[in-house]
């Protein structure tokens, strides 16, 4: 088992920055897919990002495209999104998810609470 706790949302003006953290304890997460997905009001949760295992290769939506940054540490057991030039659109809860190489929910088998970012036109 793998448990997730992600941190880092809040409310922030269109334009701003955020960084979400995501912790992994349990279960090595070395060998799996890091992934962040999120999920506005009403609507379906939407991929975001993943990096692989070794931090060499990543994956955006396009919507987020050269305004978002994925990054982890293994040795902190440690993803992190860095959300740049934020949109009202970017709003809603962000999920961190382990598993394999994807863009869909079901690549993934474990899946964090989720932290809430509001961003304010």
């Known amino acids: 088992q793998v448990q997730l706790v992600e941190s880092g949302g809040g409310l922030v003006q269109a334009g701003g920055s955020l960084r979400l953290s995501c912790a992994a304890s349990?279960?090595?997460?070395?060998?799996?897919?890091m992934g962040w997905f999120r999920q506005a009001p009403g609507k379906e949760r939407e991929f975001v990002a993943a990096i692989h295992w070794n931090g060499e290769s990543t994956m955006y939506a396009d919507s987020v495209k050269g305004r978002f940054t994925i990054s982890r540490d293994n040795a902190k057991n440690t993803v992190y999104l860095q959300m740049n030039s934020l949109k009202p659109e970017d709003t809603g809860v962000h999920y961190c998810a382990v598993g394999y190489w994807g863009t869909s929910r079901r690549d993934y088998l474990y899946w964090g609470q989720g932290t809430q970012v509001t961003v304010s036109s």
């Open positions: 349990g279960r090595t997460i070395s060998v799996y897919v």
